[in-house]
């Protein structure tokens, strides 16, 4: 929401005036947070983990997934980045390909990119054919003895490329994942908070019918101040509690953070945020466009609101 926003810095200076303390002394402030996240999302994503980064959240989004499968494995698309903990490396091809390479519970699917992918525009049903990859990286593993806990990928891969998935595949996926015994994990970090204009949430993209098993938030959830979220469904959380190892975080949900939350809530209802980002994303892709006509070397502008990508050809 800006630099230095007025109202983000006021809300911080407020409350730190008042108390900072950890979440095992109940206040306010995590609960009116959660509340109104919670407004953002499908009703079953109602229960709420705070946490300080984005890599944070991705970890325990896999803690989740594990205890609540109680299978191991994990499915990404090709390129992915999910965080820099040692847990988050193993499931990022764009890093452990340079590191020490592919664990054997790590699986790796193709990018649904329809320009520069398996499966293009011209393909008859590119959808179900990049939904179909998943399916058989989940036989591929089952005839290996692996079990899948998730698929985890970002609603739109960002350092994969600024990917748009065509509409239905999450939902094709998903049902993949459900009769592996396995759920599906979007990671919002980079795409969510209205950044795609048109939604809120970028897998929302995909339909009204496609909801999220876990979804996870970052970067823009604090405006620069480290916070970040879990959001999941009751039946996960209650899996994840029943092992009587309660999940705390000394600095997750404390009440400066969550005040600065609902302040980045408040700015981008009051300044219209969202339709913003669809105007000036829709006059950047306009203009984009136009000098692609004139450069044989811009093979394709692509996007969603202010999350786009242009792809450079030889």
Known sequence: VGHCHPDIVKAAHEQNQLLNTNSRYLHDNLVDYAERLSKTLPEKLCIFYFLNSG???NDLALRLARQYTKHEDVIV???AYHGHLTSLIDISPYKFRNLEGQKEWVHVAPVPDTYRGLYREDHEDAVTAYADEVKNTIEH?????????????????SVGGQIIPPAGYFQKVAEHVHEAGGIFIADEIQVGFGRVGKHFWAFQLQGEDFIPDIVTMGKPIGNGHPLACVATTKEIAEAFAATGVEYFNTFGGNPVSCAIGLAVL???????LQAHATE????????LKEQQIKHPIIGDVRGCGLFIGVDLIK
């Open 266 to 272: 408040d700015v981008i209802e009051k300044e219209h």
């Open 141 to 157: 593993a089952h005839k290996r003895g692996r079990k899948i806990a998730a698929f985890f990928v970002e609603s739109l891969p």
């Open 77 to 79: 698309l090709d390129h």
């Open 280 to 287: 000036v994303g829709n006059f950047l892709m306009k203009i």
């Open 55 to 57: 890599s944070e959240a």
